[in-house]
């Protein structure tokens, strides 16, 4: 079974650093797309930065600049850089990924989520 397992959580001061770690275990025959999603309370969820298989990536206008994605393709891993973190920034982080568990077969997989918490 596919898995996805966000660390990297938790509390920090404004103006500080995070980096949040996705890993993929389980079977399956490639990683497709990866992205990093947030949601506030109240709020939805926020699509924050995306990376496709071939390295290119995308941000949102409030993390561009602070946050920096990036993949290991050799460990299955994804990152979120997160510099000069602001309150605003506070929210659940989900990882999300479309993974092919056989060739062919492309699944849409989230994480649990993890916590960020910007202190002011």
């Known amino acids: 079974q596919v898995q996805l397992v966000e660390s990297g959580g938790g509390l920090v001061q404004a103006g500080g650093s995070l980096r949040l770690s996705c890993a993929a275990s389980?079977?399956?025959?490639?990683?497709?797309?990866m992205a990093w999603y947030r949601q506030a309370p109240g709020n939805e969820r926020e699509l924050v930065a995306t990376i496709a298989d071939g390295g290119s990536t995308n941000y949102a206008d409030s993390v561009k600049g602070r946050f920096t994605i990036s993949r290991d393709n050799a460990k299955n891993t994804m990152y979120l850089q997160m510099n000069s973190l602001k309150p605003e920034d506070t929210a659940v982080y989900y990882c999300?990924?479309?993974?092919?568990?056989?060739?062919?077969?492309?699944?849409?997989?989230w994480g649990q989520g993890t916590q960020v918490t910007v202190s002011s």
């Open positions: 999300y990924a479309r993974i092919e568990r056989v060739r062919g077969d492309l699944r849409r997989y």
């Open positions: 389980g079977s399956f025959f490639s990683i497709n797309f």
